[in-house]
């Protein structure tokens, strides 16, 4: 997908102005030259700084860096973005500027999202890796719990020990790093949730009015900070783990 910059640049429109520019200043007067640049500048930048088109560009960019697991709620989150984005294009001036707020700190919740699901990709390989492995580790325990006999050398007793706990270990941080990423999906779940109930919310605060929305608006600000705040928690257990 093109980047928004490069998606101005050959816009249809902005490619005439330029070329109009360009003939009226060789063939008309040279002044229309400088002015139509200036003009085709503003055309570019309306559409490089367009905000859907940038939360497009940032989904498609990012997608191929997440693992499969990773990448649905992802295309969620920012599907929800999309919908909210939408709906406060629609706003009316006062209600745009009281809701303004919640529109940045869905940015950065979204972009929270993206971050922490991109840091699971190493945990995410290594649970993989571990999985196909975890049948034949626990069949080594196994066989070491049955080589163990009290009237061997106490030294040869103690290694067969000591391989038991580090297998244990092994085992034990699969499945711990293993129900941890299952709690981040349970709260990405979440997150996703709170942010696709927003969209009635601010529907609702459209038709009561800015000053109503002024009033409610901290509480929502709020709700999508925990989700934030919660998505970092999860992360941080599973870098520990790691």
Not at 90 to 117: D, F, H, M, W
Not at 222 to 235: F, G, I, V
């Amino acid at each position: 997908m093109r980047s928004p910059l490069i998606t101005a640049l050959l816009n249809p429109l902005n490619l005439a102005m330029l070329a109009g520019s360009a003939l009226a200043g060789a063939f008309a007067a040279w002044w229309l030259l400088p002015l139509g640049l200036a003009l085709w500048a503003i055309m570019v930048a309306n559409i490089a700084t367009d905000k859907a088109i940038r939360i497009n560009y940032n989904m498609e960019a990012r997608l191929g860096t997440l693992s499969g697991r990773f990448q649905e709620p992802y295309a969620k989150a920012v599907k929800a973005q999309m919908r909210i984005f939408n709906a406060l294009l629609s706003a009316s001036g006062g209600n745009k500027r009281a809701l303004e707020p919640v529109q940045n700190e869905v940015e950065t919740l979204v972009t929270k999202i993206y971050t922490v699901c991109q840091q699971m990709t190493a945990p995410e390989n290594f649970l993989a890796v571990s999985r196909a492995k975890n049948a034949d580790l626990e069949g080594e325990r196994a066989l070491l719990v049955l080589s163990i006999d009290k009237s061997m050398a106490p030294e040869i007793l103690r290694e067969k020990q000591e391989a038991i706990k580090s297998l244990d270990a092994r085992i034990q941080k699969t499945r711990a790093i293993s129900a941890a990423l299952d709690h981040l999906d349970a709260q990405l779940d979440s997150t996703i949730a709170v942010l696709e109930a927003l969209l009635p919310d601010i529907l609702r605060l459209q038709v009561l009015g800015a000053a109503q929305t002024r009033q409610e608006v901290p509480a929502i600000l709020q709700k999508l900070r925990l989700e934030t705040e919660q998505l970092s928690a999860a992360a941080q257990e599973i870098a520990r783990l790691a």
